[in-house]
């Protein structure tokens, strides 16, 4: 379904009106997507661990990304947004999985399937070892993650942004602004958590010292 | 007090504005504001120097490269070179088959359709009022939802006037508050459905197999009849979409006879509605990795794999003479078509398969009015439909197991009996004080209506009068019951999904088949419904909706945007829908 989405997105957002495919060469699309994976294949699956937080589910959605790309191979006009056109294909994919699995969204990332309370001094271990700022981005929206890793890391114009993202331009911006904001305020708490932490472990350790 | 809020608003407005300032320059007002505002607050000048700060945060990732598996590449080759050989559709849609219908047949490619013709629902009722639309309130951010795919199949008339089948497979939806969103359009695989003549039908119902369509079907005619007819595979061309274009209904044209199109083309897009968008869903519902299927065609629902529709006339014996009692007649037409029953007028709105598939059930009286309605059961092993009940005052509510749930005014008082299918012989027991109930499939819950009922003006059904519809253990008095409405609908559906976890409710307020649908999540530890937060509340609809696991599939008359066909989905907290353009004649399968 995302090649049709895509196609939506791609005639939306990059222009490109559609001609009335008369065939699809399967060998032309192949040659194609292996010129494109070699290019890409590490910034798209970069962009789907970020996303994911998952190295190896990273690993199955950007072989399915560039399938995908394959199999849309006909919707895309024009070859300069062929990388564009792919991190669309990519953000769909990540989006689809996140959805799927939205259940199980607020299980905490670091010391997950804990049956007992995490120590402070084990709780302030974890937050050391996964960085601030990945956990901060772990915890806001996907799309403003996305808006946010798209344009900062991945380097996509507004207009990329945009069509990646399938909205349209001013909807990108905001998104990103968005994101911004909120990544302001998680890095803060994260901070904030951090220091909580590391105060409840001196405070532990005063306590045991005493004893 | 008031002068706080404003300041905390300005503070809201500079992080916004601060926020901005990284991607974009503001305008020169919006700068000169922001200035000012850092100026004077000193926690905001921090807060817009740490945007930048958190921007060189970002780039830092940059230096800590993330290295895919070595092997990536050979997978992702391995997954086209399978896709490739699987052969990648150029043609038409549903060029292969349409499948669903057709692939999940036990009787290896004999799909049957049994159609009840009656009196006409679809056609001049007023237009119910204006209240749906995707387009509520404007969400900033409208992004089509996936959702496990499933398929939408309807039943409708196409441009050269015959009734046929479309499927599609669709698994995208939109918020429900989104305006713009663009979820991919499926394309139609079509079917038609020979040998009918065209004209509205009230319910379409799939067996549990999946090897047979019965289509409730009512006409102006008064010529009424019970078919079973085999479907075709899909027409070449096919259809893009749904054709919006109805053609004036009277145009009774059957499909087979070949009469050029009355109506639209079925190829014409819809404004707005790519044509080049097709059907493709995972073959298996949870998995992200597997390959979709290829984007033109159809995908079978449960992931079987295809198999070609192939028109095989029933068993049927051709010699056999229509006679005028009501229904039981075999005859079939040359091109297969059985009539299994004649000279009746469907009564009501509910009719079913048991839950094995192998009986339907529906009610029914003469149609010169002799009688009043009695429960008719179909064994779909067999050719003809037999009457179970012979009071003609019985009407069908639904199945409870292997038993009929019969309906029946007893003293003034609705009554509710289970009836052996085969025979008619009741159960033993009084039956419930219950009103056409609606039994979940492990039969513990029902909605039904608990009060007074009142012969209709034709004497041929009740309407109820005074009391609640409920919903809530069944039988009644066996355990805790809630209130659906205190006021008395005509008519109603009630459809529970297969797994117990939603249950839909179609009511309407005359014997029309335009009403309001509501849709119930069921709480798997209570077994209750809230009530104050339906996942969708009186929705216009028309009769006849499918309901399954996470999906609800139904119909709309035209609203001002012409008829839809709407797709509304929910999966853990996400939910959403869309609409697929239709016209005035179309059917949910279900």
């Known amino acids: 379904m995302v090649a049709d989405s895509l196609d939506l997105n791609e005639r939306r957002a990059l222009g490109a009106p559609r001609a009335v495919s008369a065939g699809w060469d399967r060998d032309e699309a192949y040659r194609f997507v292996e010129d494109l994976f070699a290019r890409h294949q590490s910034e798209i699956y970069a962009y789907l661990v970020r996303m994911l937080r998952d190295p190896e589910l990273a690993a199955d959605l ?137 105060a409840a472990r001196d405070e532990a350790r005063r306590e045991a010292g005493r004893s | ?13 500079a992080r916004e504005l601060a926020a901005r300032q990284v991607d974009e320059p503001l305008e020169p007002g919006e700068a ?107 969400a900033p951010f409208p992004t089509a939802i996936a959702m496990r795919p499933g398929q939408v199949a309807v039943v409708t008339r ?47 119902i799939i067996s549990p197999s999946r090897d ?52 639209g083309s079925p190829t014409t897009t819809p404004a707005g509605s790519p044509a ?52 039981v007649d075999v005859t079939p037409a040359p091109d297969g078509t059985i009539e299994i029953a004649k000279d009746v007028v469907v009564v009501g709105s509910i009719a079913d398969y048991d839950a ?13 009015g002799s009688a009043g309605p009695d429960v008719y059961v179909w064994d779909t092993t067999e050719t003809q439909a037999h009457r179970v009940t012979g009071d003609h005052r019985s009407l069908f509510a639904g199945w409870d197991g292997r038993d009929l749930l019969v309906s029946r005014v007893e003293h003034g008082q609705p009554r509710t009996v289970a009836v052996n299918a085969r025979t008619g012989e009741p159960r033993a027991g009084a039956g419930e004080a219950a009103w056409l109930p609606g039994v979940s499939p492990d039969g513990s819950q029902a909605v039904w209506w608990e009060g007074d009922v009142e012969p209709d003006t034709d004497g041929t059904t009740w309407t109820p009068t005074k009391g609640r519809l409920l919903i809530g253990s069944w039988p009644p008095g066996s355990g805790e019951v809630q209130v659906l409405s205190r006021r008395a609908p005509a008519v109603w559906q009630v459809r529970w999904a297969p797994d117990g976890s939603a249950v839909a409710v179609w009511t309407a307020d005359d014997q029309g088949e335009r009403g309001a649908l509501s849709l119930y999540a069921i709480d798997p530890d209570s077994g209750r419904i809230n009530l104050s937060k339906p996942l969708l509340r009186d929705e216009p609809a028309l009769a006849g909706f499918s309901l399954d696991g996470g999906r609800l599939v139904y119909a709309s008359a035209d609203q001002g945007d012409g008829h839809g066909v709407w797709v509304f989905a929910w999966e853990g907290d996400s939910s959403g829908r869309v609409r697929l353009p239709g016209n005035a004649e179309i059917t949910v399968l279900r």
């Not at chain 1, 990544?183 to 909580?196: H, K, T, W």
């Open chain 2, 1 to 13: 007090m008031s002068r706080m809020i404003g300041r905390r608003d300005d503070h809201d407005r």
């Open chain 2, 32 to 138: 000169r504001w922001l200035d000012g505002h850092l100026a004077a607050c000193e926690a905001c000048a921090a807060e817009a120097a740490a945007f930048e700060a958190d921007r060189l945060l970002l780039g830092g990732l940059r230096n800590a490269p993330l290295v895919p598996p070595r092997d990536l590449w050979a997978r992702t080759a391995a997954a086209i070179d399978a896709e490739r050989g699987a052969g990648r559709p150029t043609g038409s849609p549903g060029r292969r088959s349409w499948i669903p219908l057709a692939s999940l047949a036990p009787l290896a490619g004999l799909t049957v359709v049994a159609v009840l013709v009656g009196s006409t629902l679809l056609t001049g009722s007023p237009a119910a009022p204006s209240t749906a639309g995707v387009a509520g309130s404007p």
């Open chain 1, 62 to 198: 950007t072989q399915d990304a560039f399938v995908k790309a394959y199999r849309a191979y006909d919707s895309l006009q024009k070859p300069e947004n062929a990388r564009a056109w792919l991190y669309q294909i990519a953000h769909r994919v990540a989006l689809d999985n996140l959805r799927r699995r939205r259940i199980v969204r607020f299980v905490p990332l670091a010391g997950e399937a804990r049956t007992t309370a995490p120590s402070a001094e084990h709780l302030a271990m974890d937050l050391r070892l996964s960085g601030d700022l990945e956990r901060a981005l772990a915890r806001i929206p996907e799309r403003q993650r996305a808006a946010l890793l798209l344009a900062e890391l991945h380097d996509l114009t507004g207009v990329e942004l945009a069509a990646a993202l399938g909205v349209s331009h001013v909807a990108a911006r905001a998104l990103l602004t968005r994101a911004r904001v909120s990544l302001r305020r998680a890095l803060a708490e994260e901070r904030q958590s951090i220091a909580d932490a590391e």
């Open chain 2, 356 to 368: 094995s598939g192998g009986l339907f059930a529906f009610t029914a009286r003469p149609a010169d």
């Open chain 2, 212 to 263: 047979r369509i019965v289509v409730v079907q009512r006409n102006t005619s008064g010529s009424d009849g019970v078919y079973v007819v085999p479907v075709r595979p899909p027409t070449g061309g096919g259809a893009a979409t749904i054709p919006t274009s109805s053609p004036e209904p009277g145009g009774t044209t059957p499909a087979s006879s070949g009469t050029p199109p009355v109506g």
């Open chain 2, 276 to 327: 080049s968008a097709s059907p493709s869903a995972a073959a298996t519902p949870d998995s992200t990795t597997s390959p979709e299927a290829p984007t033109d065609e159809p995908t079978p629902v449960d992931g079987t794999s295809p198999t070609p529709a192939v028109s095989v006339p029933p068993e049927a014996t051709p010699e056999t003479t229509p006679t005028p009692a009501p229904t």
């Open chain 2, 158 to 204: 196409g441009a050269d006037g015959g009734l046929q089948v479309l499927t599609a497979g669709v698994d995208e939806v939109c918020p429900l508050v989104a305006e713009g969103c663009a979820a991919a359009a499926p394309s139609f695989a079509t079917s038609p459905l020979t040998g009918l003549a065209a004209g509205g039908s009230m319910d379409a």
